[in-house]
């Protein structure tokens, strides 16, 4: 199993802040995806990056993908109160999680 | 609305009894999958079929099983429930396996095995 660790797994911050989650692990990717999720609901996809280097901005997120495709952040700008829930990564072709972070923008 | 239907939302069951999650998408998506999610431990793969009348063990696939009859229907069967087996169990399909085929997930079932 290739893991995937995600830091950090819980993070609180006022709003307007700015703040970065990270996903790690040993193995090499061919691709990962960033979902976000709600309580009582299942995770949505907000992006895939696939290329080493690349780099994918949504409104105020910004997705990166290591070189060596081993490791990606996420990037919030401003952060605002719609922004809380549970970020997950995800590789190996949907079959690996990460353990998720919790996310709390506080208003 | 397009999309996945889980049902149970949630069921409490007794240690020992079976159990059949029912999982349809009307997507025709050819890839299904079920995770269980718990705290601290994310989501991880209980089975998956890519297609139609194959299947596939995740990474924590015991005491489960799964059949894919169809394209629509992927249902998750627990033949004497245990209390570990406590969990909100999603299901989730894609068009296939590649990058750009993102997971489409049901809202979850909620399991308690007491």
């Known amino acids: 199993t290739q893991l995937l660790e995600q830091s950090p797994q819980f993070l609180s911050i006022q709003e307007g802040e700015n703040l970065t989650v990270y996903c790690n692990s040993s193995s090499v990717f061919s691709s990962l995806q960033w979902y976000r999720q709600e309580p009582g609901e299942g995770p949505v996809l907000l992006v895939t990056?696939?290329?080493?280097?690349e780099v994918k901005k949504l409104k105020r997120l910004t997705f990166q993908f290591g070189d060596a495709r081993k490791d990606s952040s996420l990037h919030i700008t401003a952060a605002q109160p719609g922004d809380t829930g549970l970020y997950l990564c995800s590789g190996n072709e949907k079959l690996t999680f990460g353990t998720g972070t919790r996310l709390t923008i506080i208003p | 609305i397009a999309g996945i239907t889980q049902a149970p939302t949630s069921q409490i069951l007794a240690a020992g009894r079976r159990m059949t999650l029912r999982c349809t998408q009307d997507?025709?998506?050819?890839?299904m999958y079920w995770y269980r999610q718990d705290l601290g431990l994310g989501l991880r793969l209980i089975h998956y079929s890519n297609t139609a009348g194959t299947t596939g063990k995740g990474e924590v696939p015991d005491g489960y099983s799964v059949s894919r009859a169809n394209t629509d229907d992927f249902p998750l069967t627990l033949a004497s429930a245990v209390p570990s087996q406590t969990s909100v169990y999603f299901c989730a399909s894609s068009k296939g396996r590649s990058p750009n085929s993102p997971l489409h997930f049901g809202n979850g079932t909620r399991l308690t095995v007491t």
């Open positions: 997507m025709r998506h050819n890839a």
């Open positions: 990056v696939v290329t080493g280097g």
